[in-house]
């Protein structure tokens, strides 16, 4: 007799998989980097694939200059997401592909291993969530930052060598081009250089220059735009003369990359004479001249470090800070501080019609917001997240409790400017008009 047993109904227990994400980076923009990254990529999309027990938590892949820094756009992303749980697991191939940086790597590591989340780094075969993983991890990045420190020491000397033989290694500027060290003109270049130091000294200023060249649609070296900036800095340069004058400029460190002026920290290079000028030596003081007669008629130069306002006041027109400068019509009145959209400043009206902000005002409307004359920039970012201009003789203050208030402004005449002083200046001008015109 067959004995038949009735089995019941059980419920499947779902495999919880691990949401894996892979971190991809290369060093430079050429094509063979490129090409490595786009292997990285098609790796980790099967190497992560693969596994039954894994989910594809996404590929972030950096095409970032050095490894030394924290503005990698996509490593930020991933950060982010690891702060979000929606990662349990990062790969990526070595140490230095996520950082050569000691400090950053262990912050991050530190930081994801606080949120439960592992990195495994493929070539050293370390797991930041085992018991070693921290101890190995700082010894290979500390040989990690070394090497790039070796390396970078290595590329100074490279460079100091060329100055030494009065050789330049780069060439950012228009007009020329770099061949073995050597500057060569280029025809159709150096004549915009010439008219521009022809219509400054005719008298246009640098704003009026730019916007010259931009409706003429002349293109920049750098295929970006013309500005006050630019117009300024071709005006400064030695380089139109014919001579160089070598390391002017060096890089603080191997981390930051920041580049410093040399202020006498290293030796710099003068050499005359070393190719052919595009400018006369003649033409060139002449327009050092104007430019210092320009700044003492009319005082125009930014403020020192961050001010009360700094990084607050957000132009509602194009999106960009004003920043803080000093500004005078003439010899007749006092310099005085005002906050100007960078892009207004640098491009002109036509690219953005933001007025400038007298500080005076944005103190006194500040204190009226706050409800005391008693405040400093740290009291005021503590209640301000930032001051919005969406139109002339309009702010708004956006609080850090989520709301706004609206305040308007208007710019006092330029008569309740005047002082005693300059009101009987003008008075004794005015009559000597009229004596001179009641005269036979």
């Not at 073995?180 to 005719?202: K, M, Q, T, W």
């Not at 002026?261 to 400018?279: C, T, W």
């Not at 008629?297 to 194009?318: N, W």
Request: glycine share 4%.
């Amino acid at each position: 007799m067959i004995k038949i047993t009735k089995l019941e109904k059980t419920a499947l227990t779902p495999v919880q998989r691990k949401r894996v994400a892979a971190y991809a980076r290369v060093s430079s923009g050429k094509d063979a980097q490129l090409h490595s990254l786009s292997a990285q990529i098609s790796y980790y999309n099967n190497y992560i694939g693969s596994r039954g027990d894994w989910q594809l938590a996404g590929i972030y892949a950096d095409e970032a200059m050095t490894g030394t820094k924290d503005t990698r756009p996509q490593f930020q992303r991933m950060l982010a997401d690891c702060r979000d749980k929606r990662i349990d697991m990062v790969i990526t191939k070595s140490v230095t592909r996520l950082a050569r940086n000691t400090l950053t790597l262990l912050e991050t590591a530190r930081e994801l291993k606080s949120l439960g989340i592992d990195i495994f780094f493929e070539k050293e075969n370390i797991h930041t969530m085992s018991m070693e993983g921290e101890l190995m991890l700082t010894l290979l990045a500390s040989f990690a930052q070394e090497e790039s420190r070796s390396v970078s020491e290595n590329q100074k000397w490279r460079i100091r060598k060329k100055f030494e033989q009065g050789l330049s290694t780069t060439c950012n500027i228009l007009g020329y081009r770099l061949e073995n060290g050597v500057f060569y003109i280029i025809p159709e270049e150096a004549e915009i250089v010439r008219r521009i130091y022809d219509d400054y000294l005719s008298g246009m200023g640098l704003s009026a220059i730019a916007k010259k060249l931009r409706r003429m649609g002349v293109p920049t070296k750098r295929n970006s735009e013309w500005s006050r900036n630019s117009i300024y800095h071709i005006l400064r340069q030695e380089k139109y003369t014919g001579s160089l004058l070598l390391q002017t400029t060096y890089r603080k460190d191997h981390i930051s990359k920041k580049q410093m002026k040399n202020h006498g920290e290293l030796p710099m290079y003068y050499v005359a004479d070393s190719h052919e000028a595009i400018i006369d030596r003649e033409t060139f003081e002449r327009v050092q001249q104007e430019i210092a007669r320009r700044r003492e008629v009319c005082d125009y130069r930014p403020a020192a470090g961050p001010h009360l306002f700094t990084s607050l006041v957000l132009c509602g027109c194009c999106g960009r800070h004003f920043y803080r400068k000093y500004t005078a019509s003439g010899k007749k009145y006092a310099r005085k501080p005002v906050w100007i959209c960078k892009t207004a400043m640098n491009y002109g009206k036509d690219a953005c019609p933001a007025q400038r902000i007298p500080e005076n005002i944005l103190i006194a409307r500040t204190s009226e917001i706050l409800g005391t004359a008693d405040w400093d920039r740290e009291k005021l970012m503590e209640a301000v997240v930032e001051i919005q201009v969406p139109e002339h003789n309009h702010l708004v203050y956006v609080f850090r409790d989520g709301h706004k208030q609206d305040v308007f402004w208007r710019n006092p005449s330029r008569s309740e400017s005047w002082t005693e002083e300059m009101r009987q200046k003008a008075r004794e001008h005015q009559l000597k008009i009229i004596e001179e015109r009641r005269k036979p």
